[in-house]
């Protein structure tokens, strides 16, 4: 069997740099809006507005996207003649956690600074530094930790169609407690150990799901 973890980055890198092209173009429009909607009106504070649509549908997407990788890396893995089809599996909606934490960070970043009596100017600045943050970093760890989410949803959905009842988590550096891995096999049909997740669990795990022997 391929190495599991060159063989996921290899089907999801294309699938996530579309995906995070979108999300920073917008993320920049995003943020002028913002500067200038602070700087005219009274009061402003940041809210869903600054999540385009066209930022949720590139997530939406994405995990489409990555869903179906996950089903092309099950047929790798078990080497089958031919890759199974999503049909009804749903990969999530992960636009709605991404959303959400950029608006809270947004509202922290101008609630902290009006408590600390800063001007709009010095604002401005505070809150172009988190749109600047999820540009260069925040954006592109979620929307990796998106689209491994959807892959592993995919990958045991494929498993399972192509007859694997067991799988297991393995681990790239450091262990993470809130997946599996420590836990063992178990069975597809099952879900995952009582207490734990399909990985990614949190943002820095990059553990992934292989047949269990």
Known sequence: ?????????????????????????????????????LRLTDGWEPDTSIV?????EALVVLARESMVAGFAAAAE????DQT???GAVEPGDPSVDFGAALVAAA??????????????????????????????????????????????IGLTAALAE???T??????SGRSCPACPESKGPWMISDGPPAGTTLPPARLECSCTIVPSP
């Open 166 to 171: 067991g799988v297991a988590v393995v681990v």
């Open 52 to 56: 385009s649509e066209e930022v949720v």
């Open 1 to 37: 069997m391929a190495d599991p973890f060159a063989l996921r980055e290899r089907l999801l890198l294309p699938v996530q740099n579309r995906a995070l092209r979108t999300v920073k173009r917008h993320l920049v429009e995003a943020q002028n809006r913002a500067l200038e909607e």
């Open 107 to 152: 509202q922290g970043s101008v609630a902290r600074s009006r408590e600390s009596g800063a001007g709009h100017r010095e604002t401005g600045s505070s809150l172009s530094r988190v749109f600047r943050s999820w540009r260069t970093d925040d954006a592109e760890r979620r929307v990796q930790f998106a689209s491994r989410a959807a892959y592993h």
């Open 84 to 86: 199974p089809q999503p």
């Open 162 to 164: 192509l007859g694997t």
């Open 77 to 80: 893995m078990t080497g089958a």
